[in-house]
């Protein structure tokens, strides 16, 4: 399994900016589809993008979709989330994740960080 760490989080202002970072131990990072989910008090874990092995194909959730941005680097074991025009609605505690197919299910997806708190204020 991939030992995943996640970073970036923090309280921003409606309208604003963060990076998320997620850092992978392994050697067999490459090998995987890589996600992000959140999940809202209350609320199921949503799938947030994905991107495939290739560090190219990407697909991302409607409500996210021209506001975020995911990225990775293979060399680097890092994969990344550029969160901008933040929305209250997008306040949640964010997890990277490997997969080995791509999918929006959280139920195809094996390792999973601890999460980091995103907090977006009005």
């Known amino acids: 399994q991939v030992q995943l760490v996640e970073s970036g989080g923090g309280l921003v202002q409606a309208g604003g900016s963060l990076r998320l970072s997620c850092a992978a131990s392994g050697r067999t990072f490459s090998m995987y589809v890589m996600g992000w989910f959140r999940q809202a008090p209350g609320k199921e874990r949503e799938f947030v993008a994905l991107i495939l092995e290739n560090e190219i194909s990407t697909y991302y959730a409607t409500s996210v979709k021209g506001r975020f941005t995911i990225s990775r680097d293979n060399a680097k074991n890092t994969l990344g989330l550029q969160m901008n025009s933040l929305k209250p609605e997008d306040t949640a505690v964010y997890y990277c994740?490997?997969?080995?197919?791509?999918?929006?299910?959280?139920?195809?997806?094996?390792?999973w960080g601890q999460g980091t708190q995103v907090t977006v204020s009005s």
């Open positions: 994740a490997t997969g080995r197919t791509w999918s929006i299910s959280d139920d195809d997806y094996d390792s």
